[in-house]
């Protein structure tokens, strides 16, 4: 069963920590993606992928950090220097990192703050 | 940067009603697409329109992309209670290199 898998569903930070969200895909994708959603906005982007071992940021990157072993794995770092992280994490990839590519995403994952 | 903006912000019909959303974008594109989201779900691809075309079909969805307006909609047919979510409009710039940047959306509700 081909997909984009997210855990966990939900999580907490507590003040100063360090937390990261994992996302795996099997569709042999090689962009991934990043996304916030705040509560009724839309999509803003936080960091992508287009190939192993190479990234960029997005609109939104401060505060957060990412890293690309491994062509499936694409995990995300929210750091505690993030003073607003509450948030819905969405994580995408597409065949290429290219124009006329659509995303296939995961079913998100809800940060809170403790 | 938010590239497209929807409108309306929300919209209820009943059932069997068509559901018109409009988004509107900044600057030129390479493409449009539309994307559906659940509630507390992540998003699933619609349908995507490219610069050179100005209508596209699929199943109940007919969606439309006016170049020099830059705008585009997204027509929904005989609407029905499964179809209540929010629709998304993002596009990829002409600039870019795949990066897609998405609209706030407009959340729909389908009476029963």
């Known amino acids: 069963d081909g997909g984009i898998t997210q855990s966990p569903k939900y999580l907490f930070r507590k003040e100063g920590q360090n937390v990261t969200l994992s996302c795996e895909q099997n569709?042999?994708?090689?962009?991934m993606y990043w996304y916030r959603q705040d509560p009724g906005q839309g999509l803003r982007l936080i960091y992508y992928?287009?190939?192993?071992?190479?990234?960029q940021k997005g609109d939104i990157a401060e505060g957060y950090s990412v890293s690309r072993e491994k062509k499936e794995s694409f995990p995300l770092t929210v750091t505690s220097a993030q003073k607003n992280p509450t948030a819905f994490y969405l994580c995408?990839?597409?065949?290429?990192?290219?124009?006329?590519?659509?995303?296939?995403f995961g079913s998100g994952t809800q940060l809170s703050v403790l | 940067s938010q590239q497209g903006e929807e409108d309306p912000q929300a919209l209820s019909i009943q059932e069997g009603e068509n559901a018109t959303m409009n988004c509107s974008y900044k600057?030129?594109?390479?493409?449009l697409q539309w994307y559906r989201q659940n509630s507390g779900r992540g998003l699933v691809h619609l349908i995507l329109?490219?610069?050179?075309?100005r209508e596209k079909h699929s199943g109940r969805l007919r969606v439309t992309l006016d170049t020099s307006k830059k705008s585009s909609s997204l027509l929904i047919t005989a609407s029905r209670a499964a179809d209540t979510a929010s629709y998304f409009c993002?596009?990829?710039?002409?600039?870019?290199?795949?990066?897609?940047?998405f609209g706030q959306g407009t959340t729909l509700q389908v009476k029963p």
């Open positions: 995408a990839s597409s065949r290429r990192g290219m124009a006329n590519e659509k995303l296939f």
């Open positions: 569709l042999n994708h090689d962009a």
């Open positions: 992928s287009q190939i192993v071992n190479d990234f």
């Open positions: 600057t030129s594109i390479n493409n």
């Open positions: 329109i490219r610069s050179n075309e």
């Open positions: 993002a596009t990829v710039g002409s600039s870019n290199t795949g990066k897609l940047i």
